[in-house]
């Protein structure tokens, strides 16, 4: 089996190296530079002590990518829609989404762009979404994720492809739901990592998080999607690991701006993207435009986007009307 997969970040790379146990991988990176660098030396920036395996190929060009062959989306949300806007795709090409969150073009998320604006079959799409953080599944320490699919068939065959003795793959056929939960938690993250800056105490960090989870169930009212799934691994389980993970670049951000930074020191700082500035802005559409209630949502839209200071935003959340908790 042909492998491509486009994107060469920490997530990418880890992807194509649990791959590489069982097949060649032919990796897409836009910059000319990045390309030659992981080339020549084998070695990724921010994945310490590893070394890429030589069956892992690398180009700039995506006019050497074949889409009829299995194609792995793993580049940062935002990027997709220029990406295969410039791709030749291949209707009955597969493709694995192994991006979170919404496309801010259209606010839609990716399965959707791919089978609306680029018509390709929903049966030949799936989502990998779980609480993987690179640096851990790099390093062998056991972890689990979700593949989910309409197509069964093309979920337990991409579940066999990665599943090894510390990286366990579970199949799902609800494939928004498992990209709702991906998406949203990194807004989420952001929030915690503001409670850590603040110095805010485990009970707050606690009550925002569980609350957080709530504003994720509040989607189910708009979305088609198993409310069990949101409290699977990719919902629940993908939240927990971006709330607490040091790892987590969210959470990083969160808590650089809750120390006094500003969004644009926070984000040189942190130096890789984080997905949750991008799905906060597009959230904070989706829900004006339904009026859903998700106050903690909101409230980081406005201290990442109107400069509200994140003391008050957190007496606006402790002020609120007194309500029952479901």
Not at 98 to 120: H, Q, R, T, Y
Not at 153 to 169: G, H, I, P, T, V
Not at 181 to 194: P, W
Not at 217 to 223: D, F, M, R
Request: glycine share 8%.
């Amino acid at each position: 089996m042909k492998i491509n997969l486009i994107g060469g970040g920490t997530w990418g790379i880890t992807l194509a190296y649990l791959l590489s146990k069982k097949t060649s991988i032919f990796v897409w990176q836009r910059s000319v530079k990045k390309t030659s660098y992981f080339s020549k030396t084998r070695e990724h920036p921010n994945l310490k002590s590893f070394s890429i395996p030589s069956n892992i190929s690398f180009t700039s060009s995506l006019d050497s990518i074949d889409f009829n062959n299995l194609t792995i989306l793993a580049v940062p949300s935002h990027a997709i829609f220029d990406i295969l806007s410039q791709s030749d795709l291949k209707k009955n090409g597969k493709f694995l989404i192994a991006s979170k969150g919404f496309d801010p073009n259209f606010s839609k998320l990716i399965s959707e762009i791919m089978e609306n604006s680029f018509n390709v079959n929903i049966d030949n799409i799936a989502v990998i979404s779980g609480p993987n953080h690179a640096e851990e599944v790099i390093h062998g320490m056991a972890s689990a994720t979700v593949i989910a699919s309409s197509n069964t068939n093309y979920a337990k065959e991409l579940q066999s492809l990665f599943s090894s003795d510390n990286f366990r793959a579970y199949t799902s056929d609800d494939i928004i739901g498992v990209q709702i939960g991906g998406a949203v938690k990194n807004i989420i993250a952001i929030a915690s990592g503001l409670c850590v800056g603040l110095k805010l105490g485990d009970n707050t960090q606690a009550a925002l998080v569980s609350r957080g989870m709530n504003e994720i169930l509040n989607l189910t009212t708009i979305y088609n999607l198993n409310t069990k799934t949101l409290y699977g691994l990719s919902g629940l389980g993908d939240l927990i690991a971006t709330c607490y993970s040091p790892y987590s670049r969210n959470r990083q951000l969160g808590v650089l701006i809750g120390k006094g930074y500003s969004l644009k020191d926070a984000k040189d700082e942190v130096k890789m993207i984080s997905e949750g500035i991008n799905a906060c802005k597009i959230l904070k559409n989706i829900s004006d435009k339904h009026n859903l209630d998700m106050p903690i949502c909101t409230q980081v839209y406005k201290i990442l986007f109107e400069k509200s200071d994140p003391g008050d935003s957190l007496n606006h959340l402790m002020t609120r009307n007194l309500k029952d908790e479901n």
